[in-house]
Nanobody
């Protein structure tokens, strides 16, 4: 079992920045990759960014150049640095941990980009 706790969401003006954090605990040795997903009202959940245990990253096209995913293995924490935020980035952001046995999800954190 893996437990994920997210933090860092909030309200920000367009062009602003936020950093999301996701702290993992439990069977962290089994995690292959971690990622951030988001779900806006009326839309399907989509992958925003992911990072493998080896540090390989990938991003959805709409956030490339603006968002950066990183991980601190000593703290078992994954971060999502979000810069130049746009209103269309507004969503609930979920942390995900991929293991051979299952996928695990955090509780979600709201990000609202509005003036």
């Amino acid at each position: 079992q893996v437990q994920l706790v997210e933090s860092g969401g909030g309200l920000v003006q367009p062009g602003g920045s936020l950093r999301l954090s996701c702290a993992a605990s439990g069977s962290i040795f089994s995690i292959n990759a971690m990622g951030w997903y988001r779900q806006a009202p009326g839309k399907q959940r989509e992958l925003v960014a992911a990072i493998t245990s080896g540090g390989i990253t990938n991003y959805v096209d709409s956030v490339k150049g603006r968002f950066t995913i990183s991980r601190d293995n000593a703290k078992n924490t994954v971060y999502l640095q979000m810069n130049n935020l746009k209103p269309e980035d507004t969503a609930v952001y979920y942390c995900n941990a991929d293991t051979p046995a299952d996928d695990y999800w955090g509780q979600g954190t709201q990000v609202t980009v509005s003036s």
